[in-house]
């Protein structure tokens, strides 16, 4: 039985209150992973081999960035915090690998934002089941934007002191947290993504993706930074 992106599968264990059911992503059978000399890694000093690998095109997160940067422009005050869904897809090669890519990063719809925040409304979720219907993908998890230069009052003193820890963008917010573990962020393979607004508006050519991209995944029970890999030259990143 097949339910967005996942399928429920049977325990082979019974307990007493019945059979118990668990939800497992689809993995499709599909082609190698990307080759190494093609990839250079966002975070190398995060690499986990218990984490799945997952591809990114370099491509698609440049156009990410300078997409926030053309917006940040053109809100000088009135910015607001924006989200994405990162589409893709898992994959079991023949080599018995699983790995996962992103295909897509496409705009959250009907959310309410502000400087400091953002909230999913019940409009948000039937228009993303929609895209991934039509795209044939699953949910990878997803990107939102953080500035330090709008963080305000709306943040709480924790949030305020993580981000001044930072000294970016590139933090977890409370909110954050909580969205990424109840409202559907919360699969093995789902990732929780952070764009440094501010970092996006310097528009250096010579940019680091580093300095921009911040990755988190689930290890154990808790969300901790990982590392995802970049396809593409290793100087497009720089």
Same mark, same amino acid.
């Given at each position: 039985?097949?339910? &967005?992106? =996942?399928? $429920?599968?049977?325990?082979?264990?019974?307990? #007493? +209150?019945?059979?118990?059911?668990?939800? *497992?992503?689809?993995?499709?059978?599909?082609?190698?992973?990307?080759?190494?000399?093609?990839?250079?890694?966002?975070?190398?000093?995060?690499?986990?081999?218990?984490?799945?690998?997952?591809?990114?095109?370099?491509?698609?997160?440049?156009?990410?960035?300078?997409?926030?940067?053309?917006?940040?422009?053109?809100?000088?005050?009135?910015?607001?915090?924006? &989200?994405? =869904?990162? $589409?893709?897809?898992?994959?079991?090669?023949? #080599? +018995?690998?699983?790995?996962?890519?992103? *295909?897509?990063?496409?705009?959250?719809?009907?959310?309410?934002?502000?400087?400091?925040?953002?909230?999913?409304?019940?409009?948000?979720?039937?228009?993303?089941?929609?895209?991934?219907?039509?795209?044939?993908?699953?949910?990878?998890?997803?990107?939102?934007?953080?500035?330090?230069?709008?963080?305000?009052?709306?943040?709480?003193?924790?949030?305020?002191?993580?981000?001044?820890?930072?000294?970016?963008?590139?933090?977890?917010?409370?909110?954050?947290?909580?969205?990424?573990?109840?409202?559907?962020?919360?699969?093995?393979?789902?990732?929780?993504?952070?764009?440094?607004?501010?970092?996006?508006?310097?528009?250096?050519?010579?940019?680091?993706?580093?300095?921009?991209?911040?990755?988190?995944?689930?290890?154990?029970?808790?969300?901790?930074?990982?590392?995802?890999?970049?396809?593409?030259?290793?100087?497009?990143?720089?």
């Amino acid at each position: 039985m097949k339910c &967005c992106d =996942f399928e $429920l599968a049977a325990e082979t264990d019974r307990t #007493e +209150a019945g059979e118990l059911f668990i939800m *497992v992503p689809r993995i499709a059978p599909g082609p190698l992973k990307p080759c190494p000399e093609r990839c250079y890694p966002l975070l190398p000093e995060m690499e986990d081999p218990s984490d799945i690998n997952v591809y990114c095109q370099a491509e698609i997160l440049h156009d990410l960035i300078l997409d926030e940067e053309s917006y940040r422009r053109d809100h000088p005050e009135d910015w607001v915090e924006r &989200c994405w =869904f990162l $589409l893709g897809n898992l994959v079991r090669d023949a #080599e +018995a690998e699983v790995w996962g890519s992103i *295909v897509e990063i496409a705009p959250a719809r009907h959310v309410e934002a502000t400087a400091w925040s953002f909230e999913f409304t019940a409009e948000t979720w039937p228009c993303h089941r929609e895209e991934l219907r039509k795209s044939g993908t699953i949910l990878m998890g997803w990107v939102h934007t953080h500035s330090l230069h709008f963080l305000s009052g709306g943040k709480s003193p924790e949030d305020g002191e993580q981000a001044e820890g930072t000294r970016s963008g590139l933090f977890l917010s409370s909110f954050d947290v909580r969205a990424a573990s109840k409202l559907g962020f919360s699969a093995p393979h789902h990732l929780t993504c952070v764009l440094d607004s501010d970092e996006c508006l310097r528009g250096s050519t010579d940019r680091d993706l580093q300095k921009v991209l911040g990755v988190w995944g689930w290890s154990g029970v808790g969300l901790t930074k990982r590392n995802i890999h970049i396809v593409g030259d290793a100087s497009e990143g720089r």
